[in-house]
């Protein structure tokens, strides 16, 4: 049985204003879903993106703004949505304190493509096996 330590596990900041923490991926030996959570500070979050596969928001402190395609909701601590696979999508921090966000997705590592962008985004990836046939549970440089 691996235990994971998440006290342990490096905040990394995303883009200005939002700090996140991988809690369960590929890197931890994950094989079917990701869990990190995202610290936003007001004003800021995930701009509009979509993933291949679904995922769940849950709101752990604070209010958030979200937009699913052409629909927008106020959610609250104590709160989640499901974002089926394929559907645009995004949240900001709507109010005055950080806003504690946890995301769930249905694959081991994150891979989501930006409105704007042609390429898809991509985290926790695991290294490649070494000769000697270990691998690698090292996170790569950050990708954007």
Do not use: Y
């Amino acid at each position: 049985m691996d235990i994971i330590d998440h006290a342990s596990q490096p905040l990394d900041e995303w883009r200005a204003g939002v700090m996140t923490r991988m809690l369960v991926s590929a890197l931890t030996g994950a094989e079917h879903l990701s869990v990190f959570e995202q610290f936003c500070d007001p004003g800021s979050g995930a701009p509009t993106h979509l993933h291949a596969v679904e995922e769940v928001l849950t709101v752990l402190d604070g209010t958030a703004e979200l937009w699913l395609d052409g629909e927008r909701a106020t959610l609250t601590t104590g709160q989640s949505v499901v974002v089926p696979a394929g559907r645009k999508h995004g949240f900001r921090n709507s109010g005055p304190t950080t806003l504690h966000v946890r995301a769930t997705l249905a694959a081991p590592i994150f891979e989501a493509w930006f409105h704007g962008e042609t390429e898809a985004r991509r985290r926790w990836l695991p290294q490649p096996s070494s000769p000697s046939g270990s691998s690698s549970r090292e996170a790569p440089p950050p990708q954007g």
